[in-house]
Nanobody, 121 residues
Framework: QVQLVESGGGLVQPGGSLRLSCAAS????????MGWYRQAPGKQRELVAA???????VYADSVKGRFTISRDNAKNTLYLQMNSLKPEDTARYYC???????????????WGRGTQVTVSS
């Protein structure tokens, strides 16, 4: 009934850029909050950037000034522009929707399957 599909990951050199996309599909009426999280091997999943319920953006301190989150509501697509990438950005990046209102119900804390980002020279 709903899917979040991430794309755009890959291998990039330090200082390079990537643009991640998250396409939401299904009988979606409204998505209240969406964000990007990442998880490196052996580490806890952490927030990277998100839109809160008011439409404001929040960023992890480690990515401020380098990453930009954006969205296209008409396409139900979330983006993450990542510039000046560092090796410590290497992780699997996941798209999350906290509250997805569907035609006949609501889904909370819904996750995509992730896309791998590797920053290495």
């Amino acid at each position: 009934q709903v899917q979040l599909v991430e794309s755009g990951g890959g291998l990039v050199q330090p200082g390079g850029s990537l643009r991640l996309s998250c396409a939401a599909s299904g009988s979606i009426v409204r998505i209240d909050t969406m964000g990007w999280y990442r998880q490196a091997p052996g580490k806890q999943r952490e927030l990277v950037a998100a839109f809160d319920s008011s439409g404001n953006t929040v960023y992890a301190d480690s990515v401020k000034g380098r990453f930009t989150i954006s969205r296209d509501n008409a396409k139900n697509t979330l983006y993450l522009q990542m510039n000046s990438l560092k090796p410590e950005d290497t992780a699997r990046y996941y798209c999350n929707a906290d509250r997805v209102t569907l035609q006949f119900g609501t889904i909370y804390d819904f996750w995509g399957r992730g896309t791998q980002v590797t920053v290495s020279s």
